[in-house]
């Protein structure tokens, strides 16, 4: 439910008020119980399991894995200092920052966990619903509050859509796993066409601001593109709205399968339209009961938890000049900022070499001073496996990017082909078929050179070591998919996919190439599309006015001579 308890309105991000901070305690100290009656034998691990997975805790091949909320991707320093703490204490110094904004322990022992937790709570933060049959972390656009694209900042909403869906009665044992995310501008950084349900904020023909609803997008061996339930919700209608359509799906989805038990499957079972009748029929009777409007001082109330910073005035517009190596950063790490004078600028924790979205616990603790110093005590999660200062003076970018530097974080690559998403693998993964992180590494190596980089421009690959695509291998424009034939690992390419507003699933191109072989595949891939591009066309476009037969006769053509 949400809360309604007032305190002091502390700028930039939400903070816990008397309700939130006794919710969590008292959540930690219940499974700081589990625990103990887990480690004395009492609970077995089955019936520990699905205790553990409401709390954020995996049991994978070598050791539990402890999933960190990052609601909407918003981190403040002193957390970002708490989870580099972790990491040295209690993990091999390292976290992973994940597709769902979050951040992963991987080295945790059980005995371990609640003193994690109990220190997670010091500092606002918490595990809960981060895994589970369950609504998992919303998540938001990284630009919100900082880009002038958008309608207005999509956090609020992303926060009471957390606060209503956090140990909601109805809810908390799904089907299956339930992701929402939610955007506010045209331009999709989100994947919000991928998620069992996304809310875009919209402004109607008579100038009002209200919400479209999306539902039925989703990953995994069957993906989906989601299907609008409605073209525009009133603003108090939000919760109402999203009540239904999570209503339906938990009343009429199967539950004799685990492979057909997301919503998408619901949807694609029945129809879209069929759904939107369905919902419709839901909400009118929330709606005439008249229990769940968000009202407007509520919203409101959110709302001033994020606003923003107050700007220097008077600050040039200019970009500083800093040698060539700062000015190929600014030209794909640093974006445009609704203040004159400022930047967002986006940290790509992607140096070729690197294990994507890792961080060491040296490295976050000087982040967390750079988020002090430049850029109001605040970073973003994306779910790019990125890191972005949001608001930062222009001014300030050379001394920023210096820093970056002496971390091996300033590669200028966002966007670019070494700037790759992957999945853990099964380095990590009890789950996984191939491991996803040496490809990773191998294929950022392939094409380190910064002229080749730029040359190939925008190109996004995106690695899974298994079906579940963890690693968002459906909307790669090169997606790469590790499966097992016969106990060895090969990799499947998946061309033509997209995670943004232009969103697409990726086909498949035949079968896999070997560990050694599946970079040369795609460099051969890569260099069709440099031989066929039209001026301004990304490989995106050459793809999807080529199709795939020529770059799967390139792939193929050293396989079969």
């Not at 999933?67 to 200092?81: C, D, E, F, I, N």
């Not at 595990?127 to 900082?146: E, H, K, L, M, P």
């Not at 709606?287 to 994020?306: C, H, M, N, S, V």
């Not at 051969?524 to 995106?540: C, M, S, T």
Request: hydrophobic share 40%.
């Amino acid at each position: 439910m949400l809360n309604t308890l007032v305190k002091q309105v502390d700028p930039n991000m939400y903070r816990y008020d008397e309700f939130d901070a006794q919710f969590v305690g008292e959540r930690v100290e219940q499974f700081a119980g589990q625990v103990a009656r887990r480690l004395s034998g009492e609970l077995t691990e089955d019936q520990f399991k699905p205790l553990r997975l409401m709390n954020g805790l995996y049991l994978q091949l070598h050791a539990y894995m402890l999933r960190v909320a990052v609601p909407y991707g918003t981190l403040s320093s002193k957390q970002m200092r708490k989870l580099a703490h972790i990491a040295r204490t209690y993990d091999k110094d390292f976290g992973h920052f994940t597709t769902r904004t979050n951040l992963q322990f991987n080295w945790i022992k059980l005995v371990d966990v609640p003193a994690i937790l109990r220190e997670l709570a010091d500092v606002e933060m918490h595990c809960i619903q981060t895994s589970g049959n369950c609504v998992r972390n919303v998540t938001a656009d990284q630009f919100a509050g900082a880009t002038d694209e958008e309608i207005e900042d999509p956090r609020p909403l992303a926060e009471i859509i957390r606060q209503w869906s956090s140990l909601h009665p109805e809810f908390v044992f799904l089907a299956r796993k339930f992701k929402i995310a939610v955007g506010a501008c045209e331009k999709d950084r989100a994947a919000l066409l991928y998620h069992d349900m996304a809310v875009q904020i919209v402004k109607n023909a008579q100038g009002r601001i209200g919400y479209k609803v999306m539902a039925g997008g989703g990953m995994g061996r069957t993906p989906y593109i989601a299907h609008v339930m409605s073209e525009f919700v009133e603003r108090e209608d939000i919760l109402a709205y999203l009540e239904a359509v999570l209503r339906v799906y938990n009343q009429d989805s199967r539950r004799d399968n685990i492979h057909k038990q997301r919503i998408k499957i619901l949807i694609n079972a029945i129809g879209p339209e069929e759904m939107r009748k369905r919902v419709a029929r839901e909400f009118d009777e929330i709606k005439r009961a008249g229990t769940l409007q968000l009202p407007q001082d509520e919203l409101d109330r959110i709302t001033a938890y994020f606003a923003p910073p107050k700007f220097e005035t008077g600050l040039s517009d200019e970009m500083p000049e800093a040698g060539t190596d700062f000015a190929n950063w600014v030209k794909t790490n640093v974006s445009k900022h609704r203040a004159p004078g400022y930047a967002i600028a986006t940290i790509t924790l992607k140096t070729p070499g690197q294990v994507p979205g890792d961080a060491t616990s040296a490295q976050m603790d000087i982040i967390a001073d750079l988020m002090d110093q430049f850029s109001v005590g605040e970073v973003r999660v994306t779910h790019e496996q990125n890191l972005v200062l949001p608001h930062v003076r222009k001014k300030d970018l050379p001394a920023i990017y210096a820093k970056l530097k002496e971390l091996d974080f300033a590669a200028p690559n966002a966007g670019l082909i070494t700037d790759i998403i992957a999945c853990p693998g099964l380095d990590y993964c009890d789950l996984a078929n191939a491991r996803s992180i040496p490809i990773a590494q191998t294929i950022a190596k392939k094409f380190e050179n910064l002229d080749r980089q730029h040359q190939i421009g925008e190109l996004k690959i995106k690695i899974s070591g298994c079906i579940n695509a963890c690693g968002h291998h459906h909307a790669g424009h090169i997606g790469i998919l590790g499966v097992d034939k016969k106990g060895v690992e090969f990799y499947q390419l998946v061309l033509g996919g997209s995670g943004a507003e232009d969103a697409s699933i990726g086909e498949i191109m035949g079968p896999g190439f070997g560990e050694h072989e599946i970079a040369d595949a795609v460099e051969r891939v890569v260099n069709v599309y440099i031989a066929q591009r039209k001026d301004g066309e990304r490989f995106l476009d050459t793809y999807r006015r080529l199709g795939m037969a020529p770059f799967k006769d390139a792939a193929y053509e050293k396989a079969a001579a």
